[in-house]
């Protein structure tokens, strides 16, 4: 969290808040900060881990399960980078095969059948690139997801808490709401990607950066997320982070729970159907 | 020491050979129109450009296939005179004033004489009316805004109320990064839409030409009830040249082909350029409602 702590703008007004996005990215991937299992144990009661896709195996780069919000059954689907090198390793530095992504959703499945609401949890620089996600239908899988949850018939909120790299992140995003926490960013490349691909040069990333509009401000002002949560100066402040987060995702489930379930599905269609709507309207 | 001489300039045609361009050499040999004759890059061959073109673009030796106008795949596909087009004038903006896109847009509508990635509208096949798409490789490698996200979307939309099937041919480079997440979110948007022009039972199916990668096949290329393919076709969700370089090896021949995802299971079946009408028609009178009754 040191890149956190030295922000002198942190504690000011919302907009002397504004910071350069790289900054923002940099922050996002900084050693220490909390992990999709962090934000588990934090909110959930009683959490239960269910392991595998039914298809092919059990990607260690996402947790699902069931527990507690408050009183209230949820699923829980996390992806989750690791502290340590070993775990790193293990879990594949938060970068999901195509049985992640299955796994997701055949817990997202069951969320439905059993009337649960969903918090995904997205952090990651992007999914897989190898061969083997590729061989297992890397795209074919993403793709799936976002057809299907498109129209599950039962709340999902995804809370971005880092990295939000592309179709990866997206494949878990086809949500009710998005919401983000301040350091957290989403986007269709990563800033290092598209100074290499658009200028031939790496070391832009900060210009890229910008240009992208990859902040949690920038998305809320793009209509792509509804909340930005404010971070706390300290990593062991986290825990403010956390009770917010229980309040207002308790308090959202309860809200969409009361809407009968078409129009829970019509106001998520029209989230991401609105999305370059005006534009066409306009010619 | 060095010898003088040993960096000099070369004197005659056939020491600078390879260094003169193609255009100049047909500029030195005026007889000879620019476009009679075309090279396959399959097999080497040469051949006349006609025959090539009567047989839709497909090489008459090996069987490759060129990658050809957008405009001309829907004239070998499509009954003749039965397409209509929708949204035909939609165009970009630069909605997030992305450094240059402004140019690329203008460039890409020079190059592609086109207005936007995708050509949308109604037509027959064989008899049999439909929805279809049509990707265009020529506009910024097919690669998926905000506009062509609107498109597609669209014309699920209107192929769901009218009851129609979709047919679309895919040829991309992903989701355009000069627009952001809005291009993402495109992706999200195009499964909506064809999700909800699937659930009223409608036929969907999609036909992924070469090369159809990251955002487009992570969303409606893959979501077809069936899924052709036309041979050699590159189809993945990251392109081969990213996945080397984060593996740091070589990829195997024929990785990411349409014949490498036959076999694991990803594409329904492959279908050469010449096939694909017939094909087509098959389908549509397999699944058309009449024929049910």
Redesign the interface.
């Known amino acids: 969290m040191e890149l956190i702590k030295n922000l002198p703008e942190m504690d000011e007004g919302d907009d002397a808040r504004r910071m350069d996005a790289y900054k923002r990215v940099a922050a996002s991937r900084a050693k220490g900060r909390p992990t999709g299992m962090d934000f588990i144990e934090n909110l959930i009661i009683d959490f239960m881990e269910f392991h595998g896709d039914r298809r092919y195996g059990d990607d260690p780069a996402l947790v699902a399960g069931v527990g507690k919000l408050k009183n209230m059954p949820v699923t829980v689907i996390a992806m989750e980078k690791g502290h340590s090198t070993k775990e790193k390793v293990k879990r594949n530095f938060g970068s999901m095969h195509p049985e992640g992504y299955r796994k997701a959703l055949r817990q997202m499945k069951l969320a439905e059948k059993f009337g649960r609401p969903v918090i995904c949890i997205v952090d990651t620089s992007g999914?897989y690139?190898?061969?083997q996600?590729?061989?297992?239908?890397?795209?074919?899988a993403?793709?799936?997801n976002?057809?299907?949850m498109?129209?599950l018939r039962t709340p999902i909120i995804t809370l971005f808490i880092g990295e939000g790299g592309?179709?990866g992140a997206?494949?878990m995003?086809?949500a009710d709401q998005v919401w983000m926490l301040e350091n957290s960013f989403?986007?269709?490349?990563s800033p290092e990607g598209?100074a290499s691909?658009?200028w031939k040069d790496a070391s832009k990333m900060k210009?890229a950066a910008e240009?992208?509009?990859?902040t949690a401000r920038?998305?809320k002002e793009?209509g792509?997320a509804e909340k930005v949560i404010r971070e706390p100066e300290m990593e062991k402040d986290f825990k403010k982070v956390y009770y917010l987060l229980e309040d207002l995702l308790y308090d959202a489930f309860q809200k969409s729970k009361k809407l009968p379930v078409e129009e829970l599905l019509e106001q998520r269609?029209e989230k991401?159907?609105k999305?370059?709507?005006q534009?066409?309207d306009g010619? | 020491m060095l010898k003088k001489g040993l960096f000099r300039k070369p004197k005659n045609q056939l020491e600078d050979y390879g260094k003169t361009s193609v255009r100049e050499m047909r500029e030195q040999h005026p007889e000879v129109p620019d476009d009679m004759f075309l090279s396959c890059p399959a097999c080497k061959g040469t051949m006349l450009a006609e025959d090539v073109n009567q047989n839709c673009g497909v090489c008459p030796k090996c069987g490759h296939h060129f990658k050809i106008k957008v405009r001309e795949r829907m004239e070998i596909l499509l009954d003749p005179d039965s397409f209509a087009e929708l949204d035909a004038e939609m165009t970009s903006r630069n909605l997030i004033e992305f450094p240059g896109y402004d140019k690329k847009l203008q460039s890409a509508r020079n190059v592609s004489g086109e207005k936007e990635g995708v050509v949308c509208g109604t037509a027959a096949i064989g008899g049999f009316p439909c929805a279809v798409f049509f990707m265009n490789g020529d506009f910024m490698m097919g690669s998926m805004g905000t506009v062509v996200g609107e498109k597609i979307a669209r014309i699920f939309e209107y192929a769901a109320e009218r009851q129609l099937p979709v047919i679309g041919w895919t040829v991309s480079g992903g989701a355009r990064m000069q627009e952001g997440i809005l291009s993402l979110m495109q992706m999200a948007k195009t499964s909506g839409a064809v999700k909800r022009h699937s659930d009223r039972g409608l036929l969907y199916v999609t036909v992924l030409t070469d090369p159809t990668t990251g955002g487009v096949t992570a969303s409606f290329a893959m979501e077809g009830d069936v899924i052709l393919a036309e041979p050699g076709a590159l189809i993945g969700f990251a392109g081969p040249r990213v996945i080397e370089q984060t593996i740091r090896q070589k990829l195997p021949e024929g990785f990411q082909r349409a014949e490498f995802l036959l076999e694991k299971g990803f594409v329904d079946a492959i279908v050469k350029r010449q096939d694909q009408r017939e094909y087509l028609r098959s389908l549509l009178a397999l699944h058309s409602k009449e024929v049910l009754v």
Do not use: P
């Open positions: 999914a690139c190898g061969i996600a590729e061989e297992r239908g890397q795209g074919q993403i793709a799936e976002l057809m299907e498109m129209t592309s179709g997206l494949g995003a086809v989403y986007s269709v490349i598209c691909i658009l210009e240009s992208l509009r990859l920038d998305l793009l792509v269609y991401f159907r999305i370059g709507r534009q066409a010619r």
